[in-house]
Every structure is written in C-alpha cells, then in structure tokens.
T-cell receptor, first 115, second 116 residues
C-alpha cells in the first residue's frame, strides 16, 4: 500500500473523447505530480502542484489539463488526445518544504490507450 | 543542464550473483540523488536517497549506493540478487526547477532480468 491511489487503472479512449484521471494521496503531503511514462523514454514530468498551486508545467500540450482542488486530490483532464499520448500516467506526492525535494510516493498508474 | 544517464538499458544477472547498476548525473550544485524501483504494473518505490554526509547509503531490500563526486556517479549495488529483484530501476537527481522550486529528473531506467 503506497498511500497514493489512481483511478482508473486502465483507460481506452478515442481521439474525440473527454476523460479524466484521478489521483488521491492519503499521506498528508502538500505536493503532487503528474508524470508520463512511455516505452523506452525517461519519465517525463508534466505538472507539479505545491500547496494546491501549480508551480511547474513542462510545456505540456493544452489537451492535458490538470486540476488540484485540494492537497489530497489531483486530476488530469484529457480531451482530443492523439495516439502518441498512449502511455502510463503516474501520479506522485511528496512533502515540499521549500527546499530540494524529498522522496516521492507514486501511485500504480493509469495505462492509457488512445485509439 | 541537469541530466541523469543510466548507461545500461538492461542487465541480466544470475540469482545469487552481485549486482551493480550504473548512474551518472550532471548537475552544477550539490546533488540530491535517489534510486527508485518499479515492478511490472506498479508505480515507483524509493530504494534509497543521498542528500549529504556518508557517501555510502543503505536502502531497503538490502540495496546500497555510493556517491562519488569525482566521477559524478551514484551506482546502486546489491551483494546477492534474488529473483524478486527483477524490475526496472531508475536513478534520479533533485534539481532546481524553472520557476524557482525543485523537481526530480529521472534517468531512462535499467531493466534487470534475473536468471535461475
């Protein structure tokens, strides 16, 4: 039990669909992250939220829209995706004390397939 | 620019043999270094971390890593590999982000195969 849950675990969607990924952390952390993990590529940081405020956005296409309503929940809203967006999307959380990041706790991921 | 290099895409080791996974980093300041492991279908789990102090750090599951500043390396070691160690291993460095905060940069990973 990692303390970070993600739903759904698997998602297949067409390019015209709209869907959302959900992440919840039960660790009392104040920072949450979305990563994209594609085959044979390094883990790509997409978004970082600290104290519910977006502090990092690594030039992610606008078809990915994050939402962090509180420190325990993080969403990734998806619309008009492309087949190359198929990947494992990982959520993580950590305690951000304003200095170098401590360890991150990861959820199991959502395996997304865009058809 | 900050970066992490894991030179080996995959490694095969016999059960009971020793293991060393290589990691080199590029970062101008004092690095904050991590090793994570990812089992199939799972998220990443922290094995160990180095922030300062003793350059040989112990982690969970019998893993250890040694920080060598002169070589910009942070190699992961395990004296005797078990079949359950088969997984993907990621080295990471904590670095300054674009907006003044910090972020973690991951290497591409090394997949470990264990043969009986």
């Amino acid at each position: 039990e990692t303390g970070v849950t993600q739903t759904p675990r698997h998602l297949v969607m067409g390019m015209t669909n709209k869907k959302s990924l959900k992440c919840e952390q039960h660790l009392g952390h104040n920072a949450m992250y979305w990563y994209k993990q594609s085959a044979k590529k390094p883990l790509e940081l997409m978004f970082v939220y600290s104290l519910e405020e977006r502090v990092e956005n690594n030039s992610v296409p606008s078809r990915f829209s994050p939402e962090c309503p509180n420190s325990s929940h993080l969403f990734l809203h998806l619309h008009t995706l492309q087949p190359e967006d198929s990947a494992l999307y990982l959520c993580a959380s950590s305690q951000d004390n304003g200095g170098p990041l401590g360890e991150q706790y990861f959820g199991p991921g959502t395996r997304l397939t865009v058809t | 620019a900050q970066s992490v290099t894991q030179p080996d895409i995959h490694i095969t080791v016999s059960e009971g043999a020793s293991l060393e996974l290589r990691c080199n980093y590029s970062y101008g300041a004092t690095p904050y270094l991590f090793w994570y492991v990812q089992s199939p279908g799972q998220g990443l789990q922290l094995l160990l971390k180095y922030f300062s102090g003793d350059t040989l750090v112990q982690g969970i599951k019998g893993f250890e890593a040694e920080f060598k500043r002169s070589q910009s390396s942070f190699n992961l070691r395990r004296p005797s590999v078990h079949w359950s160690d088969a997984a993907e291993y990621f080295c990471a460095v904590g670095a300054a982000g674009n907006t003044g905060g910090f972020k973690t940069i991951f290497g591409a990973g090394t997949r470990l195969f264990v043969k009986a």
